[in-house]
C-alpha cells in the first residue's frame, strides 16, 4: 500500500504525458498527485535535477511512481534524495532497467545519456507485465529476482499478465 498521507509524484515512459491513461488512474485514487512530465527533446539533466530539488522541499513522506524510462529516471531521482536522507517510496513500472533488455534497437540515440544502470534498491515495488512487448520481461524479472535473493526485504516484485503499457493497470492500483 502507499502509504497514508504520502506526496505522489508520477514520471511517464517515452512518448507518455499527464494525460497518460496510468496517471489518469492514478489521479482518481489520489487527486494530489502531481505528474513530473519531461518532452522527448528535453534537457533531462535539467529535469533531473529540478525535480530532485523540488522535491526535496515537500514535507510529507514521498512516492515515486515511474513507468519504462520514467522508472529509470524515478530510480536516479529516488536515489538522490536517499543520499541527502530524505526516504522515498519507489513503485517501478516495467521499468528501463537497461537498454540491453530492450526487444529492438530502436531507442532515442539523444536519451541514453540519461538512462542509469539501475543497481541499488529500498522501499521498492516493480511491477513486471510478463507480456511486454517493448522489454524482455524475462530478464527483467530474472534481473529482480536475483537482486531480491541477494538483498531480501528491499523490493517487492508483482508480476502480472499484461503487456508494457500494463492495461489492467487501474485493477493493480488498489495493491500498492
Same mark, same amino acid.
Request: aromatic letters at 14%; hydrophobic letters at 40%; one cysteine or more.
Given at each position: 500500500?502507499?502509504?497514508?498521507?504520502?506526496?505522489?509524484?508520477?514520471?511517464?515512459?517515452?512518448?507518455?504525458?499527464?494525460?497518460?491513461?496510468?496517471?489518469?488512474?492514478?489521479?482518481?485514487?489520489?487527486?494530489?498527485?502531481?505528474?513530473?512530465?519531461?518532452?522527448?527533446?528535453?534537457?533531462?539533466?535539467?529535469?533531473?535535477?529540478?525535480?530532485?530539488?523540488?522535491?526535496?522541499?515537500?514535507?510529507?513522506?514521498?512516492?515515486?511512481?515511474?513507468?519504462?524510462?520514467?522508472?529509470?529516471?524515478?530510480?536516479?531521482?529516488?536515489?538522490?534524495?536517499?543520499? *541527502?536522507?530524505?526516504?522515498?517510496?519507489?513503485?517501478?513500472?516495467?521499468?528501463?532497467?537497461?537498454?540491453?533488455?530492450?526487444? *529492438?534497437?530502436?531507442?532515442?540515440?539523444?536519451?541514453?545519456?540519461?538512462?542509469?544502470?539501475?543497481?541499488?534498491?529500498?522501499?521498492?515495488?516493480?511491477?513486471?507485465?510478463?507480456?511486454?512487448?517493448?522489454?524482455?520481461?524475462?530478464?527483467?524479472?530474472?534481473?529482480?529476482?536475483?537482486?531480491?535473493?541477494?538483498?531480501?526485504?528491499?523490493?517487492?516484485?508483482?508480476?502480472?499478465?499484461?503487456?508494457?503499457?500494463?492495461?489492467?493497470?487501474?485493477?493493480?492500483?488498489?495493491?500498492?
Amino acid at each position: 500500500m502507499i502509504a497514508e498521507g504520502s506526496r505522489i509524484f508520477y514520471i511517464h515512459g517515452l512518448y507518455g504525458s499527464r494525460s497518460s491513461r496510468k496517471f489518469g488512474f492514478i489521479q482518481q485514487k489520489y487527486p494530489t498527485a502531481i505528474c513530473l512530465e519531461w518532452k522527448f527533446n528535453d534537457n533531462l539533466t535539467e529535469f533531473l535535477e529540478n525535480t530532485f530539488h523540488m522535491l526535496e522541499t515537500v514535507q510529507e513522506p514521498i512516492t515515486l511512481i515511474g513507468s519504462s524510462v520514467g522508472g529509470n529516471f524515478a530510480w536516479q531521482i529516488q536515489q538522490k534524495l536517499l543520499n *541527502e536522507g530524505i526516504k522515498c517510496d519507489l513503485i517501478l513500472i516495467n521499468p528501463m532497467v537497461e537498454l540491453m533488455y530492450k526487444f *529492438e534497437d530502436n531507442f532515442p540515440n539523444h536519451l541514453v545519456q540519461y538512462l542509469k544502470p539501475m543497481n541499488y534498491f529500498i522501499n521498492t515495488k516493480v511491477i513486471i507485465g510478463l507480456q511486454d512487448e517493448i522489454l524482455d520481461a524475462h530478464q527483467i524479472k530474472a534481473f529482480f529476482e536475483m537482486y531480491d535473493y541477494n538483498n531480501p526485504n528491499r523490493i517487492e516484485i508483482i508480476l502480472v499478465e499484461d503487456d508494457h503499457r500494463i492495461s489492467k493497470f487501474n485493477d493493480l492500483l488498489g495493491d500498492l
